[in-house]
């Protein structure tokens, strides 16, 4: 503690223009603006580190992150946010990135100086600064139906940080949450003392798995990830939670969480996940084998189709751990209701419905008993999908009955949440003569860490994705997920089909070098068609076409960049959008028109800067006829509208469907004032993969496709040009998809050339701030080129197919690609290095 906190010394400055006195025992300026000021556009992305800038305000007119200026060297200084700008200057910007369509999930756009974003690729935000600094005029408008641009809905409270993320709520009598994390990913817990933290300063209270009333395990698939490793337990990843402390405010939390002493037993920590396979010990308590899932699949004579081909490939690709990376780090506040007996959980989980029923059976509690509001997250990516500390907060909020709220810090995030999987993969690939595929072998072991999240459905996903957008006469699949003490693996944009077609797009262009064609003609000779058979048994249908629709379209684009003499690229890919594997997929939503006139449109879908909003709103001004102005868009989770999470890009094609069918209901029923019209749509025509009996499986009810350009300078290897062509069925709002494939490409960029999560031999992460992670800044992202595409996937409202994860599936193998024409050495491991690094020849 500094002399100025220790003596209790107020400092004093002036924020807008009003002078203001703070506590000095704040641990920055960032801290004292939102927890004492409750001044909240500075967002908290990443504090103490200053590195995301999403909380950079003006001091004495100079832009600075105030997570890293100290509280007492504010004294006498003038301090500017959002909240001080003048109405003419916060209308400027929030018009220009509204019209230019700067923003996704919001969370970084109040700071931004072209600092980091996770969502845009930057394009976007670039677009709307440079009209800011150019004083263009814009047009801000809503809107109108399907197909139309408009700006975001709630674009310019994004813009301007005035809609709030759940650490910004207040709430009277609120009290914080700290939470106490392992020390080694693989021990015994002996004795764990909590009473140094419970007489600290501000202390409410203490709780460990010993005070949880209901089950101990939660998990979206399998119920196996403690809420709280236990006395007489054992640890199993470096995110593992052995207690939550209550106080006042949030550093008094923060202080006593670190004074719990813990009496571990240090086992083995199990890290390598080939060797796990076989390891005779198990890795995850509770647990009674290494392998979490085995997915498998065959069709026709492999072995005889190799043995008669002109050309095989046999390559081992790897695929390394990547973090989200997020800006807004998970945060939850539970509200009980002690005169109904009631809980409200504010959550930006991307499944609420799930989150609902896990803290119920954490508490013992029925499920009318709990109501978890869902509050539009600052990203996610899959990221979000499992509780992080929703079962903690709710549960600490229950037993004190008072409300708690828990923001975790970055470093705590990148702890806990699950990371894309690493994944290791044998492919052997043959063709004939003039390059017909003529039969693929995959052999996928992937990390999937400790717990199961949804690892074995990304290995599955992988397996189904193995032979990439290609008719195949025979394929051999078997895709592992194992289970280690590194990082849990769950959903990331693209849920393993990056990792699979890295390694087909790889081999499919060692064949076409062999063959001694382009890679863009061997593609064309193998691309899916309608009613082909492609990977895993499914018989395409027309939305197929996508496909060989990019491929042509990016041609001119490739035979250009060729003729000039360029190092270019291809990646051509598809991703299923929906869970698919004969799941049973609903979702509701509702139409209510009220009297003064506004429609409400209710949906249980999470908000995390896909825009599912603003398709929601334009299905209604679609369907309904009514102007975009009168219609407020509501998450409402009072009610069952929504089924699990929202993930696997099905979020606009199942929320565009119901809304289309609840003012089908409303259009039917007369719009009559206080009627709730309901409407349901149903995913109920696709069977399991490998399911036995079955020669065709329709695995997935609709794919979206891309073709990817990297065009490189041969000699600097420095990318001069991505062109990006995707089948999105329907582009409910071209800005907005523009904007997601825009993000994807700059994800994928990172993903191919420079990110990375590793943990080193104890299981514990190595990369451990923002910046370690490599995510590209604004000055790296070459200038990324959209071109979209509509071939309508056949039982989709407006033949819609989804376009959140196709974005990055085929960038990898396209730089790979344009890596290997610059200096001829074939990559097989991401990130991929410059040559003068052997790790990759």
């Known amino acids: 503690m500094t002399d100025l906190a220790a003596s209790g010394t107020r400092i004093s400055f002036r924020v807008n223009g009003a002078p203001v006195t703070v506590s000095a025992d704040h641990p920055h300026l960032l801290a004292a603006l939102r927890d004492e000021l409750d001044i909240t556009s500075p967002k908290d992305g990443c504090s103490p580190s200053g590195q995301c800038g999403c909380c950079t305000v003006m001091i004495d007119g100079k832009a600075q992150v105030s997570c890293t200026y100290s509280v007492a060297k504010a004294e006498g200084r ?152 236990g006395v007489g337990e054992r640890t199993s990843y470096a995110g593992d939670v052995l207690a939550i402390v209550v106080a006042r ?276 000779r193998n691309v899916i068609h309608p009613g082909e058979v492609w990977g895993p048994g499914q018989i395409m249908d027309d939305g197929s076409l996508g496909a060989e629709t990019c491929l042509d379209t990016i041609k001119s684009a490739y035979d250009e960049a060729v003729a000039a003499g360029k190092a270019v690229g291809l990646g051509l890919g598809l991703k299923n959008s929906g869970l698919g594997n004969g799941f049973r997929e609903v979702t509701r939503a509702v139409v209510h028109f009220r009297a003064d006139g506004i429609v409400e449109v209710r949906h249980g879908w999470t908000e995390m800067g896909q825009g599912v909003h603003t398709v929601a709103l334009q299905v209604a001004v679609e369907e309904l006829g009514i102007d975009a102005s009168s219609i407020r868009v509501i998450v409402d989770t009072t009610r069952q509208l929504g089924f699990g999470q929202t993930t696997g890009s099905r979020g606009t094609l199942m929320a565009a469907a119901s809304v289309k069918k609840a003012c089908e209901e409303a259009n039917a029923g007369g719009r009559a004032v206080g009627v709730d019209y309901m409407g349901e749509y149903v995913v109920d025509w696709t069977q399991h993969l490998g399911d036995p009996g079955v020669e065709n499986p329709t695995i997935h009810s609709a794919f979206g496709y891309a073709a990817q350009l990297v065009v490189m300078d041969p000699v600097t290897q420095a990318i001069e040009k991505v062109v990006a062509v995707h089948d999105v069925g329907k582009a409910v709002n071209p800005t907005l998809c523009e904007g997601q494939i825009e993000g994807a490409v700059h994800m994928g960029l990172g993903y191919a050339l420079t990110e990375d999560f590793p943990s080193n031999e104890n299981g514990f992460p190595t990369n451990m701030t923002l910046r370690s992670l490599g995510i590209l800044r604004p000055k790296d992202v070459p200038p990324i080129d959209v071109v979209m595409v509509e071939c309508p996937q056949p039982r989709s409202p407006y033949g819609i197919k989804g376009v959140g994860e196709i974005g990055l599936v085929p960038t990898a193998p396209a730089v790979a690609a344009a890596l290997h024409a610059a200096d001829g050495i074939w990559r097989t491991q991401l990130p991929m290095k410059p040559k003068t690094d052997d790790s990759n020849d």
């Open 78 to 229: 003038d301090i500017t946010t959002l909240e001080g700008v003048s109405e003419e200057e916060r209308n400027t910007y929030s018009s220009a990135f509204a019209a230019c369509g700067g923003l996704q999930c919001g969370f970084c756009i109040p700071g931004i100086v072209a600092h980091l974003c996770r969502c845009t690729g930057y394009v976007k935000v670039l677009d709307a600064i440079e009209t800011v600094a150019q004083g263009t005029p814009v047009e801000v408008s809503l809107p109108g139906g399907v197909g139309s641009r408009g700006v975001k809905y709630e674009a310019a409270d994004l813009a301007l940080g005035d809609r709030g993320y759940v650490d910004d709520i207040r709430i009277p009598g609120m009290l914080h949450g700290a939470l106490h994390l392992t020390q080694h990913v693989r021990a015994d817990i002996l004795a764990i003392d909590t009473s140094a933290a419970e007489s600290a300063p501000g202390v409410e209270a203490v709780f460990t798995a010993a005070d949880i009333p209901g089950v101990h395990k939660v998990g979206i698939i399998y119920k196996d990830w403690p809420v709280m490793i």
């Open 249 to 524: 405010t949030r550093r008094e939390a923060r202080a006593a969480a670190e004074l719990i002493q813990v009496n571990y037993a240090p086992l083995r920590p199990i890290v390598d996940a080939v060797a796990a396979i076989d390891d005779p010990e198990i890795a995850v308590w509770g647990t009674d084998s290494n392998v979490l899932s085995r997915s498998e699949y065959t069709r026709g004579d492999v072995d005889a189709q190799l043995a008669n081909s002109a050309h095989v490939i046999t390559e081992t690709f790897q695929t390394q751990r990547i973090e989200h990376a997020f800006l807004e780090p998970e945060s939850t506040l539970a509200v009980p209701n002690t005169a109904d007996g009631t809980l409200h959980v504010y959550s930006g989980g991307q499944g609420v419905w799930d989150d609902r029923d896990q803290i119920c059976a954490i508490l013992n509690v029925p499920t009318d008993k709990v109501t978890v509001e869902l509050v539009s997250n600052g990203g996610a990516f899959g990221g979000k999908e499992d509780m992080s500390n929703q079962g903690q907060t709710a549960l600490a909020a229950w037993l004190l009955q008072k409300p708690v709220k828990c923001t975790l810090s970055r470093e705590e995030s990148l702890l806990i949440h699950a990371k894309r999987h690493p994944i290791r993969m044998e492919y052997t690939v043959g063709c004939d003569a003039t390059g017909k595929l003529t039969a693929v072998r995959a052999r996928m072991i992937g990390d999937s860490g400790s717990y199961a999240s949804v690892g074995m459905k990304v290995l599955e996903r992988a397996a189904g994705h193995a032979t990439g957008p290609y008719h195949t006469p025979s394929v051999d699949v078997s895709s592992v997920a194992v289970r280690t003490n590194n990082p849990v693996c769950g959903a990331f944009r693209g849920f393993g089909a990056n990792q699979a077609q890295f390694a087909m797009e790889g081999c499919l262009d060692r064949l076409a070098e062999k063959v001694g064609i382009s890679g863009w003609e061997i593609r064309k």
